[in-house]
């Protein structure tokens, strides 16, 4: 069974920094195509960013240049760098795959994620 568990999560105040760690379990590797996307009370999900299969990134305009995904094949474990936090990215952060890759192909599509974790809360304050 595939399973995926966020952590690094936690409170920081505006201008701060976390880094996100999604552990793969159950068979899945995590160099297929593999992404972090968010929610907010009240919102829709927001796709953030992707790694796909030979390595490539892609960012959404929303956290471009602060924040970073990357991968450790060895340790089946994918990161999300997030720096100069804003009271705005106050959400529940989680991590997916998509064994198809269209998410990270172009326009961070939810509708393709196959699975994802039960995500870790980040809170900004100002």
């Known amino acids: 069974q595939v399973q995926f568990m966020e952590s690094g999560g936690g409170s920081v105040q505006a201008g701060g920094s976390l880094r996100l760690s999604c552990a793969a379990s159950?068979?899945?590797?995590?160099?297929?195509?593999m992404g972090w996307f968010r929610q907010a009370p009240g919102k829709e999900r927001e796709g953030l960013a992707a790694?796909?299969?030979?390595?490539?990134?892609s960012y959404a305009e929303s956290v471009k240049g602060r924040f970073a995904i990357s991968q450790d094949n060895d340790k089946n474990t994918l990161y999300l760098q997030m720096n100069n936090l804003q009271p705005e990215d106050t959400a529940t952060y989680y991590c997916?795959?998509?064994?198809?890759?269209?998410?990270?192909?172009?326009?961070?599509?939810?509708?393709?994620?196959?699975?994802w974790g039960q995500g870790t809360l980040v809170t900004v304050s100002t």
């Open positions: 997916a795959i998509d064994w198809g890759a269209t998410y990270c192909r172009g326009g961070f599509y939810m509708r393709y994620l196959d699975a």
């Open positions: 159950g068979g899945v590797a995590t160099r297929n195509c």
């Open positions: 790694i796909d299969t030979d390595g490539t990134t």
